[in-house]
């Protein structure tokens, strides 16, 4: 499994299931545009490195046809995540017989988990204050409420118990300093939110975007509700997940 989302890019270009394109396109319903007649004929992933306003590059289509899917997870990507799904829940908290049960995947197993590190790749560059006007952040309809992120990583953190949840959560921009979230009824994410509305609190949010497969994957998996997503992209990605602390 890919340990981030530039080294499937990777392989999508030697597959040749990539097309870039350099041309100016709009954020504003044009790029979502061109991307759903490409997926309408089961096209290329796209990589649009020329968005109009923004020095970002936007990928889209990335897990439309079964090969891509697979270059991304493996084959049968459904039955081996359903087996790690059981896996995850059942070795919580895990011991010999427990293990036993799951040899075939028992050292994998052990290397579940997270590992927490002071410096990452993805400190080194920081822009405060923030402006989100400098993403290329899409607004896909022209009935639209405006401009969405649709494949955010969304993590939180329980204010009672400090279990975290990775989610996935349409997330609207309202402005250069402030987005909506769209927390869905029943899931993780919006149970943390509640918590928070009821204790009085402000409820830390972390918002990725071009996240790993493995992170992508397990954010949107149908987990029970006591199983951390976390733990199962760390089995899908064959490793710990790298942590680090969120510049206030």
């Known amino acids: 499994m890919h340990k981030n989302l530039r080294s499937f890019l990777e392989v999508?270009?030697?597959?040749?299931?990539?097309?870039?394109?350099?041309?100016?396109?709009?954020?504003?319903?044009?790029?979502?545009?061109?991307?759903?007649?490409?997926?309408?004929?089961?096209?290329?992933?796209?990589?649009?490195?020329?968005?109009?306003?923004?020095?970002?590059?936007?990928?889209?289509?990335?897990?439309?046809?079964?090969?891509?899917?697979?270059?991304?997870?493996?084959?049968?990507?459904?039955?081996?995540?359903?087996?790690?799904?059981?896996?995850?829940d059942?070795?919580?908290?895990?011991?010999?017989?427990?293990?036993?049960?799951?040899?075939?995947?028992?050292?994998?197993?052990?290397?579940?988990?997270?590992?927490?590190?002071?410096?990452?790749?993805?400190?080194?560059?920081?822009?405060?204050?923030?402006?989100l006007n400098d993403i290329p952040i899409l607004t896909t309809w022209q009935e639209d409420g405006g401009a969405f992120v649709t494949l955010p990583l969304v993590y939180t953190e329980s204010t009672k118990t400090g279990k975290h949840n990775l989610g996935m959560y349409r997330i609207q921009r309202h402005d250069a300093q402030t987005t909506g979230v769209h927390?869905?009824?029943?899931?993780?994410?919006?149970?943390?939110?509640?918590?928070?509305e009821l204790s009085g609190e402000a409820l830390p949010v972390n918002v990725v975007i071009g996240g790993a497969p493995a992170m992508i994957l397990a954010a949107i998996a149908p987990l029970p509700e006591d199983v951390p997503e976390l733990m199962l992209a760390s089995l899908l990605a064959d490793g710990k997940i790298t942590t680090a602390k969120c510049i206030q």
């Open 90 to 131: 059942i070795l919580l908290p895990p011991n010999v017989g427990k293990l036993w049960g799951y040899r075939d995947m028992a050292f994998t197993g052990l290397k579940l988990g997270t590992k927490s590190v002071r410096r990452a790749p993805i400190l080194e560059v920081v822009d405060q204050p923030a402006n």
């Open 183 to 196: 927390w869905q009824i029943g899931k993780g994410g919006g149970f943390h939110n509640h918590e928070a």
């Open 12 to 88: 999508l270009r030697r597959e040749n299931e990539l097309i870039e394109i350099n041309a100016e396109v709009d954020a504003y319903l044009e790029l979502s545009e061109i991307h759903r007649r490409v997926i309408e004929n089961q096209g290329a992933a796209l990589l649009f490195t020329n968005v109009k306003g923004s020095k970002f590059p936007v990928v889209t289509n990335l897990f439309g046809t079964i090969k891509r899917i697979e270059l991304a997870f493996g084959k049968k990507p459904q039955d081996f995540v359903r087996k790690a799904v059981e896996m995850v």
